[in-house]
Structure formats: structure tokens, C-alpha cells
């Protein structure tokens, strides 16, 4: 009977092993995509010879066309060899960058910007497609992860040059530790593995869903003489999956990530810099931690917790936040609730 309850038990120990690991291993990687492009960042000073919406430009543009292209060459890439190439551009991106000062000439900073910025994107892409192996746990972990690191990114610059009486380039040697980091987390901490999911309702097995019927050759045949008749097949054929998930995941999505992009640049010149602020640089940190805490408490909460009515809970963080930060006006503490309100409309 011992035998019979330890073998019983032992699937139940082993997915919950399963989880927890895939929990802090995500996020470790999501902590650690965040920083290490924000210090790359920080040590090029771009923003000395060029504007900020040059600067905003080139540290986006790279991001951007990894994040289209890479989906169609990741597939050929196995797994293991995709975190070995982003710690070599991580480690080319701090080398160069060290050894190329501000009076260097700009181009070399720039592609050091734009390496750091397509790495970032590439270890994003590369790791949330391996979710679907680890589940809501994976996706808890990464969006901890990379909420934690949003708030240290928020608060670095601050506590480097004004707590500690450091440059933004004396952070350059942390990107060896955090990279070692990403590898040991990836290989050590993620779960070798992936348990299968196995599903016994499966959408291909329906009739319906027939190559003739849809009229959509897969192959070079007599209905695609031309490569431009299988490019066209294809991408009638995407177009037809993603149709019925425009409406309902990617436009509020798009919606939703374009409010939070021009929200907290915004109120963070709207509102008046309080008295007990010696410095702007004092007031953007502040505003800045408490933006990104209520990202990265609606990160680690709206996974782990299956809310059944969400938008009841939306409407009142909502009017908690909006209620707190008029209360803060009307008794003249502009800085210290409307700081709680930033993060709760974040949340």
C-alpha cells in the first residue's frame, strides 16, 4: 500500500515541480531581457548628439523587424542554440560598447544600440514561444519578470548617479553576471523537458478542414504553377486563421499597449513637480516606480488568479484611482497619492 500511494503521488509532486520551476525560470528570463537592454542603452548616450525621437528610433526600429521576422526563421534554430547566440551578442554589445566612449564616433554606438535592441527582441520572441510547453505558470513567471524589471529599470539611473555617485557606464560589467544569469536559468532552472500536453479533441480532425475543399494547394502541382500562386495561397490561409482573433485579442491588445506606451510619458510632464523633490531626475524615478508596480502587480495577479467577472474589477481600480487622485488635490498632497493613483490606473 506505501508503494501503491508513493506511485500515486508522484505524478502530482512532479508537475508541481514542473510549475514552480517554470515560475521563477521565466522569471529570471524576463528580468534580465529587460535590464540588460536598458543598460546597453544607457552607456551608449545617444541622446547627447542626436534628439529624443531619433534616440526613441533607433532603439525601436531594430526591436520592431526582429519581432517580424524572426517568427518565420525561428523554427530552424533548435532550442538550445538560441540562448548561446543571444549571450554572444550580449557580450559583443558590452565589449564594444565599453571600449567606444562618448567622444567615439556615433555610427559605432549606434549599431551597439540597435544589436542590444534586436538581442532583446529575439530573447523575447525565442522565449514566449516556448509558453505553450509550460503554460499559465511560464507566462505568471515571465510577466513577473519583466514587470520587476521595468521597475528597476525605473528607479536605476536614479539610484546609480544619485545614491551611489556612479555613471550609467559603470553598470557595463553586470551584463557578463546577467548574462550567465539568462543561461543558468534557461538550462539549469526551466525544466529540461517540456511535458507533452496531450488533447483528444483536436481541430484538424474535423472534415471541414480540408486542403480540397478550401482549394489551397501545399504543394507545387498543377494548381500552383507559379510562386506566386503558393504565396498567395498562403497567406489567404493566415489571413483566414488570424480573421476570427482580430476583433477579439488583437486590436484591444493594440489598444490597450498604445494607452499605456503615451500614458506615463504624458503625466509625467502634466503633473507639477512637488516641493520635497530636490530634482526632476527625483520626480521621474518616483513616478516611474510607482507606473510600472501596478504593471507588475496586474502582471503577477491576473494570471495566477482566474478572476470570473473582470471588468467589475477594472471599473473599480479604476474609480479607486481616479478617486485618490482627485482627494490628493483637493488637500493640496499632489505627490504623494497621485503617485499611488499613477499605479493603480498602470494596474
Aim: net charge positive; aromatic share 10%; proline share 7%.
Amino acid at each position: 500500500m506505501p508503494a501503491v500511494r508513493t506511485a500515486l503521488r508522484r505524478p502530482a509532486a512532479v508537475f508541481a515541480s514542473h510549475d514552480v520551476r517554470a515560475l521563477v525560470g521565466f522569471c529570471i528570463l524576463g528580468l534580465v531581457n529587460v535590464v540588460l537592454p536598458s543598460i546597453i542603452f544607457s552607456s551608449s548616450y545617444l541622446i547627447i548628439p542626436y534628439s529624443r525621437p531619433t534616440v526613441i528610433l533607433i532603439e525601436a526600429s531594430p526591436a520592431l523587424a526582429t519581432k517580424l521576422i524572426l517568427p518565420y526563421v525561428l523554427c530552424h534554430v533548435a532550442w538550445w542554440l538560441r540562448p548561446c547566440f543571444l549571450t554572444a551578442c550580449w557580450i559583443l554589445a558590452a565589449i564594444v560598447t565599453a571600449a567606444a566612449p562618448p567622444n567615439v564616433a556615433p555610427p559605432i554606438r549606434i549599431l551597439m544600440t540597435m544589436l542590444a535592441s534586436a538581442s532583446a527582441a529575439a530573447g523575447e520572441v525565442s522565449f514566449l514561444s516556448q509558453m505553450r510547453y509550460y503554460g499559465r505558470w511560464g507566462l505568471a513567471g515571465w510577466g513577473m519578470g519583466t514587470g520587476i524589471g521595468r521597475v528597476v529599470v525605473a528607479v536605476m539611473p536614479h539610484v546609480l548617479t544619485y545614491g551611489m555617485g556612479m555613471l550609467l557606464r559603470d553598470l557595463l560589467h553586470c551584463v557578463y553576471y546577467l548574462v550567465g544569469i539568462l543561461l543558468a536559468a534557461h538550462f539549469v532552472v526551466l525544466p529540461s523537458a517540456p511535458l507533452p500536453r496531450i488533447s483528444t479533441k483536436s481541430p484538424w480532425t474535423r472534415s471541414s478542414v480540408n486542403d480540397e475543399e478550401e482549394n489551397i494547394p501545399l504543394t507545387p502541382g498543377r494548381g500552383a504553377s507559379k510562386p506566386t500562386a503558393m504565396l498567395r495561397s498562403r497567406v489567404k490561409r493566415s489571413l483566414t486563421l488570424v480573421q476570427p482573433l482580430l476583433v477579439k485579442f488583437i486590436l484591444p491588445m493594440f489598444m490597450a499597449s498604445s494607452v499605456q506606451a503615451f500614458v506615463f510619458p504624458a503625466s509625467t510632464r502634466l503633473q507639477p513637480m512637488s516641493a520635497s523633490l530636490g530634482a526632476f531626475a527625483q520626480f521621474k524615478a518616483a513616478f516611474g516606480a510607482a507606473f510600472q508596480v501596478g504593471d507588475f502587480v496586474a502582471r503577477s495577479s491576473l494570471v495566477l488568479f482566474q478572476w470570473k467577472q473582470l471588468y467589475p474589477l477594472i471599473e473599480r481600480v479604476f474609480t479607486l484611482a481616479t478617486g485618490v487622485v482627485c482627494g490628493s488635490r483637493r488637500r493640496g498632497d499632489i505627490h504623494g497619492d497621485t503617485v499611488r493613483g499613477l499605479g493603480l490606473y498602470r494596474a
